[in-house]
C-alpha cells in the first residue's frame, strides 16, 4: 500500500535540491496563505451570491446586521495590505537570517517528520498559539490600546471570513502573526509541520470569522466576541475558561440576535 510519506518524500527531496531554503519557505508559505486563506475565504463569502437560501439558514446573525458590498471591498483592500506587510516582513527576516549566517527558522530535514512529531508539534503549537494570541488579543482590549489598534477589526459585528484579517498593521503583526509563527520556531519544527500548522490555523481563523454556524457552531463564540467586545479572547477556549471570559451559556447555545 502506498502511503502519502512515500508520495510526498521523493517531491520533497527534489525541491531541497533544486530551490534554495530560502526560497521554499517563502513561495511554500504564499502558496498556503492563498489557498487556505484567500480560497477558503472566499468559498464563505460568495455563498450568499451563490447559494443565498443555504446561506441565510445557517448565518448566525440577521440580514440587516451582513457588511455591504462597499464594506466587503474596504476589508479586501485592508487585507490585501497587511498580507503585503506579512509579506515583505517574511522576505526581510529570511534574507537577514542568511545575511547573519543564522540557520532558517524552521528545519529543512531531507526525511519528513514522522506522524508522531508532527501531532506531537501540532498539539504544543496549538497551546502555545493560544497564550500567545489570548494574552495579546485581551491587552488589546486596554481602553488605551483598543481605540488605535483593535478598533478597526471590531468594525464589524457579524464578522465574514475575510474580516478575520482585516485590522491594523500592528494587530496583524502581533496578533495575527507572532502566534502563529512563533510557537513552531520555539519548538525548531520541521518546515512541513509549520505549513500544516498554519494551513489548520487559517482555517480555523476563517471559519470563526465566517458568521456561519458550520462545524458544530464553531463561529459562535467569536460571534459573541464581536457583538459583546470583552468575551472569548481566545482560540481554544482554554484561557476564556480559566479567566471566566468564556461569556457563559449565551455564547454557546442559540443563534444570536
Not at 525541491?15 to 487556505?36: C, K, M, P, R
Not at 506587510?85 to 514522522?114: C, E, M, W
Not at 464578522?159 to 509563527?181: D, G, K, M, R, W
Request: aromatic share 12%; net charge neutral.
Amino acid at each position: 500500500m502506498i502511503s502519502v510519506a512515500n508520495i510526498v518524500s521523493p517531491v520533497w527531496k527534489q525541491l531541497l535540491l533544486d530551490y534554495s531554503h530560502s526560497s521554499i519557505e517563502l513561495y511554500g508559505t504564499a502558496v498556503l496563505q492563498l489557498l487556505f486563506f484567500w480560497g477558503v475565504s472566499a468559498v464563505y463569502v460568495s455563498l450568499p451570491y451563490v447559494f443565498p437560501a443555504f446561506s441565510a439558514r445557517h448565518k448566525l446573525q440577521k440580514e440587516e446586521k451582513q457588511p455591504t458590498t462597499a464594506e466587503l471591498w474596504d476589508c479586501f483592500t485592508v487585507v490585501s495590505r497587511n498580507q503585503t506587510v506579512s509579506t515583505l516582513l517574511h522576505i526581510g527576516i529570511v534574507q537577514l537570517n542568511g545575511l547573519l549566517g543564522k540557520p532558517p527558522s524552521y528545519r529543512f530535514d531531507p526525511a519528513l517528520p514522522s506522524a508522531l512529531e508532527i501531532i506531537r508539534d501540532l498539539a504544543v503549537g496549538t497551546i502555545l498559539r493560544e497564550i500567545l494570541f489570548y494574552y495579546t488579543h485581551r491587552l488589546f482590549h486596554h481602553p488605551k490600546l483598543y481605540p488605535s489598534i483593535h478598533k478597526p477589526h471590531h468594525r464589524f459585528t457579524a464578522p465574514v471570513a475575510l474580516a478575520a484579517q482585516y485590522a491594523s498593521a500592528t494587530e496583524h503583526i502581533f496578533a495575527n502573526i507572532l502566534p502563529i509563527s512563533i510557537p513552531l520556531m520555539i519548538m525548531r519544527s520541521h518546515i512541513v509541520t509549520f505549513w500544516i500548522f498554519l494551513a489548520l490555523q487559517l482555517v480555523e481563523t476563517t471559519t470563526v470569522h465566517s458568521g456561519y454556524d458550520f462545524f458544530a457552531g464553531s463561529a459562535r463564540k467569536h460571534d459573541s466576541h464581536h457583538e459583546r467586545f470583552m468575551v472569548n479572547f481566545g482560540t481554544v477556549g482554554l484561557l476564556d475558561w480559566v479567566h471566566g471570559t468564556d461569556g457563559g451559556e449565551d455564547s454557546k447555545s442559540k443563534k444570536l440576535q
